[in-house]
């Protein structure tokens, strides 16, 4: 095999990349840089530093990404209503984009020619680090070790580990593959490989059976200010926060569970399971604000922008000048989505019962069927006779064939 002198890897301390972390120095007989991002996974980072350089890393950054993951890559997802295939809320393939981003970073200031990640070769995951990887160094070498490497099961990863000293938690290990960050959590394999196999209790992580939540309903006004969320209940808090309390409130009550079968990029259809109780309500009470505050034609011209702005994230196209250009659309429309939503969270349901704005375009005074009314109702019938006149003129013309 070719030498490398330096690789930086996208390290989570988990079974793979810590195998990864050996594999590469072996086979390569490089000098490994880890590099291990905290997105709200729950998990300490300078336990992973320490068990990076436990087994072998000549260094290992940790950084906390929170923030910028929050406002950069999440807030815009939000403002643009992406939703992969009209439902996931596409925590995972966001993250990529900002990992890949530090990686070439690093790579660039420790000058080191290569970088890696421990995705398989039929995923998204991989086509999301690439792309955005070279999109931001197109010279960068990229190594994806579980593509070409001998292993073909957990066991002989682990017997590795265990012939080469490398340090593992076996007893952590779950039957499910588990993607976490603040926006939400993916979760596959395992039996839910099957799409007729119900998810099973233990595969879900942070919310409750809704069976087993509150029988009361939980009530939140959810603030947004031009389409940012920044307050619940009256109460300011910055984005990182507010996601977190929402994931915490929701889960308890059962929300923001997804169950599908969706069309990965290398053409596999593959069943998934997500939590994502924050994202779940919060998109739910932005599309309502918008709802209220956009002008029909806006409103109605808005999904083919969510579609494709949920298509590019999901296919690994963040840094594409499509998105920069659909951002700027989202963020004209976003001047008016400012206002109040009321939502009901009650065993695994989300539902808005009200909604407020000072650009609200409701008027009462013309939706009312009360003397309030102040619609002119004569004006209806030129209206309906000009707007029905094709349909009047083709029903006329072949009735008298
Ligand atoms: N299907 C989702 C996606 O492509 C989740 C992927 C989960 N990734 C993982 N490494 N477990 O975004």
């Not at 970088?115 to 931001?136: L, M, S």
């Not at 919310?207 to 969320?229: A, M």
């Not at 909604?355 to 002119?376: M, N, Q, V, W």
Request: hydrophobic share 40%; net charge positive.
């Amino acid at each position: 095999m070719e030498k490398i002198k330096k690789i930086v890897l996208a390290y989570s301390g988990g079974l793979d990349t810590s195998v990864i972390l050996h594999w590469l120095k072996e086979k390569y007989g490089a000098e490994v840089i880890t590099f291990t991002a905290d997105l709200g996974q729950g998990e300490i980072l300078e336990k992973i530093k320490k068990k990076a350089e436990k087994t072998g890393a000549l260094r290992a950054y940790i950084k906390d990404l929170k923030e910028e993951f929050a406002k950069n890559y999440v807030l815009p997802a939000l403002k643009a209503g992406a939703l992969y295939e009209g439902r996931y809320p596409l925590a995972t393939a966001l993250a990529r984009p900002l990992i890949a981003k530090e990686l070439v970073k690093i790579a660039e200031k420790e000058g080191a020619e290569a970088i890696a990640h421990g995705c398989t070769g039929k995923g998204n995951d991989q086509v999301r680090f690439e792309i955005t990887a070279r999109a931001i160094n197109p010279q960068i070498k990229i190594i994806a070790p579980v593509r070409e490497w001998e292993f073909t099961s957990r066991e002989e990863e682990i017997e590795y580990a265990k012939v080469n000293k490398i340090p593992i938690e076996v007893e952590k290990s779950s039957p499910y593959s588990i993607d976490r960050n603040l926006w939400g959590i993916s979760i596959e394999c395992g039996s839910l490989e099957n799409p007729w196999q119900e998810p099973p209790r233990d595969s879900f992580q942070i919310t409750q059976n809704p069976e087993d939540s509150p029988s009361k309903p939980t009530y939140l006004e959810i603030e947004f200010n031009k389409g940012v969320p920044v307050a619940i209940n009256k109460k300011n808090y910055p984005l990182v926060k507010l996601i977190e309390i929402l994931n915490r409130i929701g889960g308890e009550n059962g929300v923001g569970r997804l169950d599908m079968v969706e069309n990965r990029l290398v053409g596999i259809k593959s069943r998934e399971v997500y939590e994502a109780p924050a994202a779940v309500i919060l998109h739910k009470a932005h599309q309502e604000l918008e709802s209220l505050t956009l002008d029909r034609e806006t409103l109605h011209f808005k999904p083919l922008i969510s579609n494709k702005y949920a298509e590019l994230v999901y296919n690994g196209l963040w840094y594409s000048p499509l998105r920069e250009a659909m951002d700027s659309f989202i963020a004209v429309t976003q001047r008016w989505v400012t206002g109040s939503i009321k939502v009901k969270l009650l065993k695994g349901v989300c539902q808005v019962v009200g909604r407020k704005s000072p650009y609200s375009l409701y008027d009462a005074k013309l939706a009312t069927y009360t003397s309030e009314d102040i619609f002119d109702q004569k004006a209806a019938p030129g209206f309906i006779k000009i707007w029905g006149l094709p349909i009047t003129t083709l029903a006329k013309i072949r009735r008298e064939k």
